[in-house]
């Protein structure tokens, strides 16, 4: 360290330190004698010491200076002391100490005050340096330009802006317009969240002429974004490269600004500017002690000298792919992304991942010298200076990341390719952006890929990054995934719950409470709390143990009423409240479970305990207590809880309606089914599919089949699409009646309306052909509908048979293991229907992938127009 460097250093560390008062003969001058008399006890141990280094200094000082210096001397050790009493909230010692200077017979200067202004400036301290003020103003004490900022920035920082425009006033009368102008400048700093204070400040610089630089234009950029004012953030622009040549400094702002505000495409175009400016080489950049960067040239009004024309802001201007799409308000370009994906099969996914992972990882080939394809560029970033390709980074971080907030992967991919191909390495940061945007746009796969190639250059991921990944992977119900992402956080933070509890949510979807508790435990290791949200899941996740598989007993509900009380008893030690959805999930699990009684009483609790609840939230927890005591068969506790909800004035939506309704089959009564649906009617609820399924099964249970069939018609004439759900419910009748004929047609519907089977579906055929003693029949009809269940197209089932025949063929003995890993946890269907075609091909019958060519397809489809019931569209 240079010897002058290490002097400043203990320089400074001497004015921060609170001396006692001294034994100095000059330096007891500054004191009171009540002062000396109070601080001396205190600190008697200490006075030779303090009076030996005082003395010394200023015997150092008076070999080479006179008197006055000595004089600057002490007032520079009084201001240490006042700056001390200060940060210690001592403003008592602080007033007396600044009255001693005032008191002095010395005579003061400007900077006698300085280091006390400037720590007013930073703490603020308006009022005390009104005081000062007053005293300079007392001994008729010029203030000097740097203590001019000191004030502006004190007054206008502690909320004193008035005080300080007439100080502003009064400076633009007395000196020179461009001398101010800095000044103005730190005003605007400070009280930009104040419209009518810039205003003012506006003003009086015109009035006075002082004009604006660029440093004028950057604080009234922050002005204007934080109005979201983009038409203002355009006027600055035009404003300013009119007078100006910006440097890379103003334009990284303007970047920044355009980003924030959602103007991709004028962010885009400046970035390019910016480019193009940092390979030329002509903007020279320094890093200064607050580490920031600084532009050296001088910061003064001039014309630009050379304009890149290709790059001006004009509005017509024909943009690449990523920007054609939505247009934002006051005409600028807001977000625009065309679709980026289409369904696909498995195999071109593959080959689309692998081509993409091979374009991401090209970055790593591309040298410094490379340029960018479209020519604008001519020089590049090899010789550039680090402080210019960091501000470079800088602005393609501000742009990717809006892309996330927008959802602009394409345009985002866009920056990412060029950064490698004009020599700039993407940071941590970028990765963060970019992989952010992939996940939302392209999905967790292409995602994943471009996190091996971040590991792959030696760069470790944020753990928001590690985060957002597995938040990707838990909504695509990717556990494994999820959980190694969550486990590779280094550095748990209270903003990561939202990860945790997208893994708890995916893990109640795929009913894996044993992995929950893993996590949880997890997060109590690691002191990570909880929020609603996690409650919220977890009644969902813990509430209920057989749902939907067995019907609760005696052991279950004991199970399930420690575990709610567990999980309340842990809220109420986080002083966490219930909220409408966790209730809501509460009452869900009661239900679920058959625990009637504790469901009605939370219902009460509910509405005693949330009393902000709306009406509709009400309804919605009516809604889930019908549909749990119909389910239970309570039939007169429902029909109690509907009248109840009726008198409170509770809207009831379509689904009520339609839960009430079935609760007609309990008694079986089409009666007052039909009175149920007037009411719904009357009340402007639409009946759905779901609806006349509901009445559909009141009909069958009172025996009446025919007229569930013109039911069926009616639903269809009303122009309502049927859903497997319905056909199901007729199916299921049939088949217990043993109608085979009935059957038949009711499938051949289902297939001409392009409507696929399910698992019943093929349940209810299998067994009525079965029943009759059909065996073969009830096999090709099987594989048939197996067939359908994939897909209704015969194409389709064409280009994946091949495929597909390999898994039900396979001799390993893990085979029907290695169907159910092929398909995602949401393709339970084709799991279902490759394992029937399995069973099929294994007692002997032959697999063929065009089902309409088989004798029962056919059979059912000549016999359809000749013996059909049913009308279809």
Not at 41 to 51: D, I, L, M, T
Not at 489 to 506: M, Q, R, V
Not at 510 to 538: C, G, S
């Amino acid at each position: 360290m240079l010897p002058l460097r290490q002097a400043g250093r203990r320089r400074r560390a001497a004015l921060l330190v609170p001396p006692p008062s001294a034994a100095s003969g000059s330096l007891e001058r500054c004191h009171p004698p009540c002062f000396s008399e109070r601080v001396a006890g205190a600190r008697r141990h200490e006075s030779v010491f303090w009076a030996g280094i005082r003395a010394r200094m200023l015997s150092t000082c008076a070999e080479h200076h006179d008197f006055p210096a000595r004089a600057s001397m002490s007032a520079r050790l009084m201001q240490a002391d006042i700056v001390n009493a200060l940060r210690k909230g001592d403003r008592q010692r602080a007033s007396i100490m600044l009255s001693n200077l005032q008191q002095t017979k010395q005579a003061l200067t400007s900077e006698d005050f300085s280091h006390i202004l400037e720590y007013c400036a930073e703490a603020p301290d308006p009022l005390f340096v009104m005081d000062i003020l007053e005293i300079m103003e007392d001994k008729a004490i010029d203030i000097s330009k740097g203590n001019y900022r000191s004030v502006t920035r004190a007054l206008t920082k502690g909320g004193y802006s008035k005080e300080a425009l007439k100080l502003l006033t009064l400076l633009g009368e007395k000196e020179s317009t461009h001398g101010v102008l800095p000044i103005f400048n730190i005003f605007l700093s400070a009280c930009r969240t104040n419209l009518n204070d810039v205003g003012s400040c506006l003003e009086k610089m015109e009035g006075h002429l002082v004009g604006k630089s660029e440093i004028t234009y950057c604080e009234l950029l922050k002005v204007a974004v934080l109005q979201g004012n983009l038409s203002a953030v355009h006027d600055l622009w035009k404003d300013c490269t009119r007078y100006y040549s910006p440097s890379i400094i103003a334009l990284r702002k303007f970047v920044k600004a355009f980003s924030t505000l959602g103007d991709l495409q004028s962010a885009y175009h400046i970035l390019q500017r910016m480019v193009v400016l940092a390979g030329e080489h002509t903007d020279h950049l320094m890093v200064s002690s607050k580490r920031r960067c600084q532009s050296t040239r001088l910061d003064i009004p001039v014309p630009a000298l050379n304009l890149v024309e290709d790059l001006k802001l004009v509005s017509d201007y024909d943009l690449p792919s990523p920007f054609q799409g939505k247009m934002g308000a006051e005409g600028y370009l807001v977000d625009a992304q065309p679709e980026l994906f289409q369904v696909e099969t498995q195999s071109s996914k593959h080959k689309q991942l692998k081509s993409y992972v091979s374009i991401i990882s090209a970055g790593d080939n591309l040298g410094d010298n490379s340029g960018l394809d479209n020519g604008r560029m001519t020089k590049t970033l090899r010789f550039a200076p680090v402080a210019v390709k960091k501000i470079l980074r800088w602005s393609f971080n501000d742009i990717i990341h809006m892309c996330v907030l927008l959802d602009n992967c394409q345009l985002a991919e866009q920056l990412f390719l060029e950064m490698h191909k004009i020599g700039l390495r993407p940071s941590r940061f970028t990765y963060d952006g970019f992989i952010k945007c992939v996940l939302a746009g392209k999905g967790v796969a292409h995602a994943r890929k471009v996190i091996e190639v971040m590991e792959r250059r030696g760069i470790k991921p944020y753990d928001g990054t590690l985060v957002a990944l597995s938040v990707g992977h838990s909504k695509s119900l990717q556990l494994d995934l999820a959980e190694d992402f969550l486990g590779r956080i280094s550095d748990i933070k209270s903003e990561y719950i939202h990860g945790f509890n997208a893994f708890l949510s995916g893990c109640d979807i795929m009913n894996e409470p044993e992995r929950a508790l893993r996590v949880l435990a997890r997060m109590k290791h690691l002191d990570l709390k909880p929020n609603i949200r996690t409650y919220e899941i977890l009644f969902s996740l813990f509430g209920n143990v057989n749902v939907p598989y067995e019907e609760g007993n005696m052991l279950s509900h004991a199970d399930v009423s420690k575990r709610i009380s567990i999980i309340e008893m842990d809220m109420l030690n986080h002083e966490i409240q219930h909220s409408f959805v966790s209730m809501k999930n509460l009452i869900r699990a009661f239900g679920a479970e058959g625990m009637i009684e504790e469901m009605l009483r939370y219902l009460n609790v509910a509405e005693s305990v949330l009393s902000n609840m709306d009406p509709y939230q009400k309804s919605d927890l009516y809604g889930i207590v019908l549909h749990a005591l119909v389910k239970a068969k309570e039939t007169h506790k429902a029909i109690r809880t509907f009248k109840i909800m009726r008198a409170c004035g509770l809207p009831a939506n379509t689904a009520i309606y339609t839960v009430m309704i079935e609760c007609c089959k309990l008694l079986p009564c089409f009666k007052s089914a039909s009175t149920l649906l007037s009411l719904m009617l009357r009340d402007g609820c639409c009946p759905t599919v779901v609806t006349y399924t509901s009445l559909l099964k009141v009909l069958l249970a009172k025996d009446d089949f025919e007229g569930a069939l013109d039911l069926l018609d009616l639903c269809l004439t009303e122009g309502i699409q049927p859903d497997i759900g319905i056909f199901n419910t007729l199916l299921s009748d049939a088949n217990a009646r043993g109608n085979i004929h009935v059957i038949e047609c009711i499938l051949e519907c289902i297939h001409r309306a392009k409507i696929q089977p399910n698992e019943s579906t093929l349940w209810y055929t299998f067994c009525a052909y079965v029943d009759q003693k059909l065996y073969s029949t009830a096999v090709e009809a099987l594989q048939v509908l197996s067939m359908r269940m994939i897909s209704e197209d015969a194409s389709v089932l064409k280009e994946k048979g091949a495929a597909l025949e390999d898994l039900i063929l396979s001799e390993e003995p893990d085979a029907e293991l290695s169907i159910i890993k092929a398909f995602g946890a949401t393709e339970e269907c084709s799991v279902a229907a490759l394992l029937n075609l399995r069973w099929c091909a294994t007692i002997g019958s032959t697999i063929s992938w065009l089902p309409e060519d088989s004798l029962w397809a056919r059979r059912l489809a000549s016999s359809y127009d000749a013996n059909r019931r049913l009308d279809m569209p």
